[in-house]
């Protein structure tokens, strides 16, 4: 009896650390996903505050010509 006992509690005892094992890489996991999914979405933000400015950039840009143009336009 003692023995059948003595057996289950070390079951129990390796079920229970397999358990928290697994627990533990499934965590370690979620973190580097989610550290991966806000790196990503970082990076996004990043690209559209940059696409933004590039626009921003090229209707200055041409403004600057059609002033340009305009001015060579009238000195000539």
Do not use: P, W
Request: with cysteine; proline share 0%.
């Amino acid at each position: 009896m003692f023995r059948a006992e003595a057996v289950f509690r070390k079951d129990v005892k390796r079920e229970k650390d397999e358990a928290v094992e697994k627990m533990t890489n499934a965590m370690k996991q979620h973190n580097k996903l989610v550290s991966e999914r806000d790196d990503l979405k970082n990076e996004l933000e990043r690209k559209q505050r940059l696409s933004i400015q590039a626009i921003a950039a090229r209707g200055n840009m041409k403004q600057h010509l059609d002033e340009a143009r305009q001015q060579y336009t009238d000195a000539c």
